[in-house]
């Protein structure tokens, strides 16, 4: 029977999810903020026949250009040494996935934790589709752009409190919920989605 393994460690949980026809069968998901890259593997390694899959799915971002880096990093040496295929989906259509799945088919704003006080934020139809591009921005700017009811994410606690209105689920990513998000939105490009440039500048 076809196995998925999910991986998810662009945010501050590291999750992994090993699916059999789309069942869930095992997971591990653990809140570290740092140290993905001590985790992951391990992780991994402690499920049913070491994670081995036939599909890959892991996540491109936005999140910390750390996390993001490492996930698909093994996902690529795992897929290249099973022979798996590998998809790439955006970490917040998963968080947006999370609130469907707690509440039904309704909108919801994707809100997490950023670099600099920003964070990351992005509306979700009652299909699951992005409405628009993700974006990073302060608190304030995000409050005053967005009137979604529902917000979900590690900041929609925060985001709820300052505009003073909504429904917050506060959440962490889990790719247990990886099959929730639409099909169209997971993509055989793999190539990173941090979310906003990186600090380090090279010399000129």
Not at 3 to 25: G, K, M, P, Q
Not at 60 to 71: E, L
Not at 119 to 138: M, R
Not at 162 to 175: E, Q
Request: proline fraction near 6%; include cysteine.
């Amino acid at each position: 029977m076809p196995r998925t393994l999910a991986i998810d460690c662009a945010t501050e949980a590291c999750s992994v999810a090993l699916f059999e026809d789309n069942r869930l069968i095992a997971f591990d998901h653990k809140v570290l903020g740092r140290g993905h890259a001590e985790r992951l593997v391990p992780m991994i390694a402690a499920l049913p026949e070491k994670g081995q899959a036939d599909d890959i799915l892991v996540s491109r971002g936005p999140g910390s250009f750390t996390g993001v880096r490492i996930g698909i990093a093994t996902a690529r040496a795992l897929a290249f040494a099973w022979g798996a295929a590998i998809k790439a989906y955006p970490t917040l259509a998963l968080v947006a996935a999370l609130a469907r799945a707690e509440k039904g088919d309704v909108p919801a704003l994707a809100c997490m934790t950023g670099g600099h006080g920003e964070w990351f934020i992005q509306e979700f139809g009652k299909d699951g589709l992005p409405v628009a591009d993700h974006a990073a921005l302060i608190p304030k700017e995000a409050v005053a752009a967005f009137q979604t009811e529902l917000v979900v994410g590690t900041q929609s606690e925060a985001f709820t409190e300052l505009r003073g209105s909504g429904t917050a689920i506060a959440t962490t990513a889990d790719a247990r919920k990886v099959l929730s998000i639409p099909r169209e939105l997971f993509s055989d490009d793999i190539s990173p989605l941090y979310g906003r440039a990186p600090d380090a500048k090279l010399p000129k």
